[in-house]
């Protein structure tokens, strides 16, 4: 690795997805839950080449076998140097990057960046899930089942403005409905109950109408007072129009999120050869690894160079497709099924309400472009 980084930087940016700074700092926190001791009959595999060998696999999504002849180490080896690190990563990472808000000034903050980023005001996060498709697990029988026939475990996240996770609740068999899976996540059980901080409803930017803080979704989820998502496609008027281009400019985040986790992690473009346990793991320790590279100046433009994200063109109209659409797009990350239209008379006041707004005072000079 060290005369990889003297001799061709780019090559070593793209062989880990970060630079020697970097991986430096990761290693410093890993080192002392990932380093092995000597023994009498066996030399240990040093702590950087345990952390590259398992940063490689994530990254080029090749087998463990091809893994192996690199490291040059026994195919069993790369398995257990994965699983380890990988659960370190996440151990090492999760307090300080994949931190879910608690508080009501730590919500304020994620809806002031989406005003400000999506003119989305009193947005709590861009919320999806995807099937991550894995191999049969062994004597499970069809609990990972998923409706389109594959084996799966779900990624539940909510995204903050900035494509950074706040929240995610991986693992679930894909047998589940998507509807249940959601329904026993940690963060719809505190959405429902209003333990999760969030602040009170409060006046929207420049209007005198006031509307509670809300997580931004597509059909895959119910409409809630808490949870808004668009009006069905059929007979929509321009107002109605309107809200959905503005829900989707907001919700595109998750999107995008989810297509740059998938692209710079190559091993999410084919099904997961993981027990579901290893699996839930592997995908920990991307999002923490995704959140930790999007947080440093340094890395972050590496990581996530522009031309990989999807921009609007005022002017025209137009969506230019990020570049991770283009190069694998999702990969083995797969929709969930779209819900049903029920809902409460309050939660559709509140879409109304954020309907109105978008339409009159909270408008933005380009979105008749959009539309």
Not at 9 to 31: H, K, S, T
Not at 46 to 57: F, K, N, S, V
Not at 112 to 134: R, S, T, Y
């Amino acid at each position: 690795m060290k005369e990889l980084a003297l001799e061709d930087i780019n090559g070593y940016r793209q062989w880990i997805r970060m630079d020697p700074a970097a991986f430096e700092e990761l290693l410093c926190r890993v080192r002392p839950v990932i380093e092995k001791s000597d023994t009498n009959f066996r030399e240990a595999i040093d702590a950087g080449e345990r952390l590259a060998l398992t940063l490689r696999y994530l990254a080029e999504g090749s087998s463990q076998g091809s893994i192996a002849s690199q490291f040059r180490v026994a195919r069993n080896t790369v398995s257990k140097i994965v699983y380890e690190v990988c659960a370190a990563i996440y151990k090492v990472l999760k307090d300080e990057y994949l931190k879910t808000p608690s508080c009501e000034a730590d919500w304020r903050r994620v809806g002031k960046e989406f005003d400000d980023m999506w003119q989305f005001p009193n947005c709590l996060g861009a919320l999806d899930g995807k099937h991550i498709v894995i191999s049969p697990p062994p004597h499970t029988g069809s609990l990972f089942r998923n409706y389109k026939g594959t084996f799966s475990i779900v990624l539940m996240a909510l995204v903050d403005a900035d494509l950074k996770f706040l929240y995610v609740d991986v693992g679930r068999n894909g047998r589940m409905h998507d509807s249940g899976v959601w329904n026993a996540s940690p963060l719809k059980k505190g959405l429902d109950s209003g333990s999760i901080g969030a602040p009170p409803s409060s006046l929207l930017p420049g209007s005198d109408k006031v509307a509670p803080y809300v997580v931004v979704a597509d059909e895959a989820f119910g409409l809630k007072p808490y949870l808004m998502r668009p009006f069905p496609a059929r007979d929509l008027d321009m107002k109605k129009r309107i809200y959905n281009y503005r829900l989707s400019r907001a919700r595109r985040i998750v999107e995008n999120a989810f297509g740059i986790l998938a692209n710079r992690w190559q091993i999410f473009q084919r099904p997961l050869r993981h027990t579901p346990k290893r699996a839930t793991k592997i995908v920990l320790a991307a999002v923490a690894l995704h959140n930790f590279l999007r947080s440093r100046n340094r890395t972050r433009a590496l990581y996530t160079p522009p031309e990989s994200l999807d921009v609007e063109d005022m002017l025209t109209g137009k969506l230019r497709e990020g570049s991770w659409r283009k190069e694998g797009g999702l990969g083995v990350l797969r929709e969930l099924t779209p819900r049903g239209l029920s809902c409460s008379v309050t939660a559709k006041e509140v879409r109304d309400t954020y309907c109105d707004y978008f339409f009159n005072e909270g408008q933005v000079s380009w979105q008749w472009r959009m539309v």
